[in-house]
């Protein structure tokens, strides 16, 4: 079952304008000159070393597609990969390794702390970022830089989409409660979830939601019989949850016994995605639906999108490829398109390029939103549950819902403030 909820510019200017000296990160090659060479930053070793594979994946068969098609401006595309280690001092030194090597364009923060470092860090060695993986709001706001561009979904605009889901999809479920980090960021996500749930479920359930106080977690917690207790006591029966990794199948394995998931009919999980289904099979919980960066069964009218599932299929024999294998593949040929239209790779011309393009992506035709260089896509909703047999779980439903009013207001600079 699938659910839909329902400038172009041309940048002029010579190649060789704006060149500066040999070794300088922003400079212009002159064209024909070698290979256009972009950064890609990843998690190749660390805690979060598992995303990595399918990112470096989607990033090699765009680099090979865009060079059979004839690569860019008569030359050949490189990508250039290095470890990032999830770490934001290491993703610093890596990205300054690749600018003392003359490259300007980078493809990478895979998770916040590293996105942050390193889009911090683009102005001043004039060059540019187009993030896979970070959700934060941050990035598009308070932390706002013309150099950096997101290639996903924001925590705000997934929190909305997936409210708006719970409506049309339960609109009888209207005991909802979550389960999020105690920081910022889970504070945050749970105000644009309920604002969401506030919003959605009177407009499309036509009846208001009943919203328990969140319950909180510490990161790396090893024992979370107290949270799940405090759920147990509460009347929910929905639970917006934002654990991953090892928080989770740790906090599943020890609630399961305790009826949790007999109590909780419906769990809306930020991104866990495939990589909880292949953990936890047929312990998986039943109606568990978890935001993706990119779901391929949904994109099998786009041509980019289907391409790329065939080749990853053909390279990996995986014909369940998770959300990671989408961004990468995005950004690469978010960056070919801009340095196209730019007719150069200098760090301002393909920003303005970006900044005004609309171009085909493995999500159908997307663009960034000028005033904060926010995606303006779908945003990707699967549900998983348990299956008999081989691989032991399924994806039983998926939703693509139309982000472009889902954004929020663009205050670059600025926090964005949740009503």
């Not at 699938?2 to 002029?12: C, D, E, N, V």
């Not at 995605?273 to 949904?298: C, I, M």
């Amino acid at each position: 079952m699938s659910a839909t909820i329902s400038r172009r510019g041309l940048l002029a200017g010579a190649a060789g304008l704006g060149a500066a000296a040999l070794g300088a990160p922003g400079r212009v090659l002159a064209q024909g000159t070698g290979p256009i060479r972009i950064g890609v930053l990843l998690p190749l070793t660390g805690s979060q070393a598992t995303y990595a594979p399918d990112c470096q994946l989607s990033a090699q068969i765009a680099a090979d597609q865009i060079n059979a098609a004839g690569g860019l401006l008569g030359r050949k595309l490189e990508i250039v990969f290095r470890d990032d280690k999830a770490n934001p001092n290491a993703a610093i030194a890596a990205a300054k390794e690749l600018m003392g090597e003359g490259i300007n364009l980078f493809v990478g923060g895979l998770n916040t702390p590293s996105a942050l470092a390193i889009a911090g860090i683009m102005p001043d060695s004039k060059a540019a970022l187009i993030t896979i993986g970070s959700v934060a709001d941050s990035l598009t706001h308070e932390s706002f830089n013309r150099n950096f561009f997101r290639i996903t979904d924001s925590a705000y605009t997934r929190a909305q989409a997936q409210a708006r889901l719970a409506a049309e999809q339960y609109p009888d479920l209207t005991q909802w409660g979550g389960m999020l980090p105690d920081v910022e960021f889970g504070h945050a996500l749970w105000r644009s979830y309920s604002a969401g749930l506030k919003t959605f479920y009177p407009a499309l359930a036509k009846k208001p939601p009943q919203i328990s106080e969140p319950v909180l977690f510490k990161f790396g917690a090893i024992d979370f019989k107290n949270q799940i207790s405090a759920v147990m006591r509460q009347p929910v029966e929905g639970i917006y949850q934002s654990l991953t990794g090892e928080d989770f199948l740790t906090m599943i394995t020890q609630a399961r016994p305790l009826g949790f998931t007999r109590k909780i009919k419906v769990f809306m999980d930020l991104s866990g995605e495939l990589v909880f289904a292949r953990v936890l099979k047929q312990n998986l919980p039943d109606n568990f639906w978890s935001g993706t960066h990119w779901y391929y069964d949904a994109y099998m009218d786009v041509k980019a999108s289907r391409d790329l599932y065939d080749e990853y299929v053909k390279r990996t024999g995986d014909k369940m490829p998770s959300g990671y294998v989408g961004p990468a593949h995005m950004a690469l040929n978010a960056f070919a398109n801009a340095i196209k239209a730019a007719g150069q790779t200098g760090t301002d011309a393909v920003i303005g390029a970006l900044e005004a393009i609309e171009f085909e992506s493995a999500k159908g035709r997307i663009k960034f939103r000028k005033e904060d260089h926010q995606v303006v896509a779908d945003v990707n909703v699967i549900k998983l549950g348990p299956k008999d047999g081989e691989p032991g779980w399924q994806v039983s439903a998926h939703a693509k819902v139309p982000g472009a009013d889902l954004l929020g207001p663009p205050t670059p600079g600025k926090a964005l403030v949740i009503e």
